[in-house]
């Protein structure tokens, strides 16, 4: 079985402020990371992904995500936010061994105030 | 342009009416997804396709039914069964065949019970 976790479901952060988004997954076997974000009444859109390699991972928007397989962790940070930020953002787990099945986290809304 | 397609936008269904929501795509992806989306749930799958003539239930396919005839298009119907059918339905779709690669998500069906 896989699984999700986002622990908040809000987040709020000051305009120019680094943020973080947390997530924590559970798999039988290795891992498969996405982020998405969704702006009301819209479809989710793509952030980034890890699926091998370098921890550290760049997607669209400045944002970047840590994956840390001890902690079973793959956080989404920003080192400076903007107000066009303010979103819900959902982390996703696939399983290598689970043909195709993505699990969704329940979703972070994050507020960046001006 | 490449993309997505879901429809209606907003579709209001009677009590015991069956009710059908369009995804048609033409990213030549094998794999197509329907999520629902409720309040502070985050996704829930419905039922997949990883390839034409063949689908899977997902997690909550109870009183839906879908059809893949052709590699663009996967309707999902809602039938008279699902007793709690008001929600922000998504679909999704994916290469599929194994690689490792994000979905591409509609702009969502919102399905309200009058």
């Known amino acids: 079985a896989q699984s999700v976790a986002q622990p908040e479901d809000q987040v709020n952060v000051a305009e120019g402020n680094p943020l973080t988004v947390k997530c924590t997954y559970s798999?039988?076997?290795?891992?498969?990371l996405f982020w998405y974000v969704q702006y009301p009444n819209r479809g989710l859109q793509f952030l980034l992904k890890?699926?091998?390699?370098?921890?550290l991972v760049k997607g669209s928007y400045g944002f970047e995500a840590e994956f840390n397989k001890s902690q079973t962790s793959f956080h989404l940070k920003k080192p400076s936010a903007l107000v066009s930020d303010s979103a819900l953002y959902f982390c996703a787990v696939r399983d290598t061994t689970n043909a195709g099945k993505s699990t969704f986290g329940d979703g972070t809304t994050l507020t960046v105030k001006p | 342009d490449g993309g997505i397609t879901q429809s209606p936008k907003y579709l209001f269904r009677k009590e015991g009416q069956n009710v059908t929501l369009s995804c048609e795509q033409n990213?030549?992806?094998?794999?197509m997804y329907w999520y629902r989306q409720d309040p502070g749930q985050g996704l829930r799958l419905i039922y997949y396709s990883q390839i034409v003539n063949d689908f899977q239930k997902g997690d909550i396919a109870e009183g839906y039914s879908v059809s893949r005839e052709k590699k663009e298009s996967f309707p999902l119907t809602v039938t008279s069964a699902q007793k709690n059918p008001t929600a922000f339905y998504l679909c999704?779709?994916?290469?599929?065949?194994?690689?490792?690669?994000?979905?591409?998500f509609g702009q969502g069906t919102r399905l309200t019970v009058v």
């Open positions: 999704a779709s994916r290469m599929g065949g194994g690689s490792v690669t994000e979905a591409f």
């Open positions: 890890y699926i091998t390699g370098d921890n």
């Open positions: 798999v039988s076997g290795n891992p498969y």
């Open positions: 990213l030549n992806h094998d794999a």
